[in-house]
């Protein structure tokens, strides 16, 4: 539904996007990055508001930027806090339907807001907001077409966590739908709650692409850490290390944190290890099988 080409995008001297290709389909993608790591622009280019200086940047198959029925069929909900301060959500949400040439305007916009779970009758304009509020009629004025593509930049900031979870929940039940979501976020256990598939963006350029899980598993120069938890640690470090079973291991309270390259021969050896040595086994819990770990190491080999 979405594809990048060896899309770059130059201001000036300043290269924003360098070369950057993939394909996306149905469902929830998150694109991952530092600050300044090329995200926003990325999105401007899939949404046609900026072309690619080289490489194509297409959505079903067609140029955003050029082709006026397929900006119809995107919905964007920018990073930033621009509204038009003096009308009311109902207000302005319906003049997003009208500049999408929605036919049946008051019936959209009314369900668009309470898709987001706000008043449609509120009068209030939207400058009294909350910083909550303001992110939810951006996201109503996103969904007010039904677009087939989202692009959603950092869509959950402001919100409380009770609202934040009805978000995903919502982000959700429109991948089912067939919805093709880009999701931005900084907050990288709300980008695991959505879904496994994620771009990384580091330094303009495409670090990875893919399920997060599978992209730690292909990290074959990094250990894997485990905390082992047991009711003698010494004892099961050394039978680690003097057996060969770990890189490295480091002794805590009750536990043992091992480094190993191997973490499915580990989870094979472990239990049966303790039971011969007699020892208690507590807890087995991977410290690093998580996207904060992938994202953390893909940003920090680009550079």
């Known amino acids: 539904m979405v594809e990048a080409?060896?899309?770059?995008k130059s201001f000036g001297d300043v290269v924003a996007v360098s070369d950057v290709s993939f394909q996306i389909g149905s469902g929830v993608t998150a694109i991952l990055g530092p600050n300044g790591a090329g995200k926003s622009t990325l999105f401007r280019m899939l949404c046609g508001l900026t072309q690619p200086s080289t490489g194509t940047v297409t959505v079903l198959g067609r140029n955003a930027g050029t082709d006026r029925e397929i900006r119809g069929r995107?919905?964007?909900?920018?990073?930033?806090d621009a509204l038009f301060d003096r009308l009311s959500a109902r207000t302005f949400v319906a003049l997003a339907a009208e500049t999408h040439g929605v036919v049946e305007v008051d019936t959209r916009t009314r369900d668009a807001l309470e898709r987001v779970e706000l008043d449609v009758d509120d009068p209030k304009p939207v400058g009294a907001f909350s910083k909550g509020m303001r992110q939810r009629v951006k996201l109503a004025a996103a969904l007010v077409n039904d677009?087939?593509?989202l692009v959603l930049d950092e869509p959950l900031t402001g919100l409380d966590p009770v609202q934040r979870q009805r978000?995903?929940?919502l982000f959700g039940e429109l991948a089912e739908?067939?919805?093709c979501l880009l999701v931005s976020s900084h907050v990288l256990?709300?980008?695991a709650r959505l879904g496994s598939n994620v771009l990384v963006i580091a330094q303009g350029r495409l670090a990875a692409a893919g399920d997060y899980r599978s992209l730690r598993d292909r990290m074959d120069d990094r250990p894997h850490r485990v905390r082992v938890g047991t009711d003698r640690p010494q004892l099961l470090a050394g039978a680690l290390v003097e057996r060969g079973n770990a890189r490295g291991v480091t002794v805590l309270e009750g536990a043992v944190i091992v480094d190993v390259d191997d973490i499915d021969r580990f989870g094979r050896i472990i239990a049966p290890l303790t039971v011969e040595l007699g020892l208690r086994l507590d807890e087995l819990v991977p410290l690093d099988d998580d996207l904060e770990?992938?994202?953390r190491y893909l940003v920090?080999?680009?550079r």
């Open 5 to 8: 080409v060896g899309a770059t």
């Open 74 to 80: 995107i919905g964007l909900a920018p990073q930033q």
């Open 300 to 302: 920090e080999r680009r």
């Open 147 to 149: 677009p087939d593509v």
């Open 189 to 191: 256990d709300e980008v």
């Open 177 to 179: 739908r067939g919805k």
């Open 167 to 169: 978000m995903i929940t």
């Open 293 to 295: 770990s992938v994202f």
